[in-house]
């Protein structure tokens, strides 16, 4: 079936505008991730889904990022008053359940970058 | 906090070689442990994990051994192929948690 699916797929804009970024769970997948890849450095981990509750937002950098999930379908990661050091990849990934067993599969990230 | 170390790149190899890319972490209580790969142009893949202390995950000739003496998880492949290029990075969850640490990730390449 179809994996995880995230757009756009590249995002240019200018420093204080604001941003959506979009991922697509697999289907039937219950748990939904955001991570944040910097040039040269590690994921770091942002916010997590069961369904459409949030109950771990500690990963998120600053009030300017928020999410939300509908159901267990859609997430959007939306930054706002975007600065330069938000320029990363932004990874979404989903699992069956929050699970520390259960395998999270990736999409191919969205690319934004802050001018 | 948690973290993982792994060995900085790039590593270039010609085809045929021996592959190591060492990855040590600090966690606290028993982590579970994966190497994730990243192929030009595509998402992150599980390549291979371990739950517990002496468990062998191996996946396309992929190996890695978690040693909880020495806290790490090298992965090595015995002879690579030009389709091994990719990004490698090891990562860790605690006993009780869903979210994964990684390192920084170590390029390979791998030369016909």
């Known amino acids: 079936g179809a994996g995880v699916s995230q757009s756009p797929s590249n995002k240019v804009t200018e420093k204080g505008k604001d941003v959506e970024l979009r991922c697509d769970p697999i289907?039937?997948?219950?748990?939904l991730y955001w991570y944040r890849q910097r040039l040269g450095q590690g994921l770091e981990f942002l916010i997590y889904?069961?369904?459409?509750?949030?109950?771990?937002k500690s990963g998120l950098p600053s009030d300017r990022f928020s999410a939300e999930r509908t159901g267990e379908s859609v997430s959007t990661l939306t930054i706002q008053r975007t600065q330069q050091e938000d320029s990363a990849v932004y990874l979404c990934?989903?699992?069956?359940?929050?699970?520390?067993?259960?395998?999270?599969?990736f999409g191919p990230g969205t690319r934004l970058l802050v001018l | 906090g948690d973290s993982v170390t792994q060995m900085e790149g790039p590593v270039t190899l010609s085809e045929e070689a021996f592959l190591t890319i060492n990855c040590t972490y600090t966690?606290?209580?028993?982590?579970?442990l994966f190497w994730y790969v990243q192929y030009p142009g595509e998402g992150l893949q599980l390549l291979l994990k371990?739950?517990?202390?002496?468990d062998k995950g191996s996946n396309k000739g992929f190996e890695a051994t978690y040693r909880k003496e020495t806290t790490s998880f090298h992965l090595e492949k015995g002879s690579v192929q030009v389709s091994d290029s990719a990004v490698y990075f090891c990562?860790?969850?605690?006993?009780?948690?869903?979210?994964?640490?990684f390192g920084a990730g170590t390029t390979v390449t791998v030369r016909a």
């Open positions: 990934a989903s699992s069956r359940e929050v699970e520390v067993q259960e395998t999270q599969y």
């Open positions: 289907s039937g997948h219950t748990a």
């Open positions: 889904f069961q369904g459409n509750s949030a109950p771990d």
């Open positions: 966690a606290t209580g028993y982590p579970s």
């Open positions: 371990a739950t517990k202390a002496d």
């Open positions: 990562a860790l969850t605690r006993s009780n948690d869903y979210k994964l640490s």
